[in-house]
């Protein structure tokens, strides 16, 4: 209730989240561990920059709102592939590695929940 009715509605002048990823994949490496990080100054955009492993980040997107994770995470992923870094699989296998729950409990739609948190 809390989190709806006052933290959704709250802007962050600035918003930084990490996050660490692995994933197996059939050729070596077989494992590809991967980070980036969600950035936004406001009121420019939020951007999804992926770690370069030389200390620095690169931009693969951005976007005024604010992407739930499940979608972050893909555009990394995304990113990797296009590297050639990590190779684009059947439907049926990247349903297996996502699941069907690709978002947290505070990012679905609700009756009575704000979406301000999104931009």
Known sequence: ???????????????????????????????????????????????????????????????????PLGEFKEQLTKALEVEGVMQKEGSVLNFLRTGYKTTTWWEEEREDASDSWRT
């Open 1 to 67: 209730d809390f989190q709806d009715r006052f933290l959704s509605t709250v802007k962050p002048v600035y918003y930084l989240r990490t996050r660490q990823y692995s994933r197996s994949t059939s050729s070596p490496p077989f494992m590809v561990n991967f980070q980036g990080c969600l950035f936004r100054s406001y009121p420019g955009e939020f951007q999804t920059l992926l770690d370069t492993g030389t200390g620095s980040y690169r931009r693969v997107g951005g976007d005024k709102f604010r992407p």
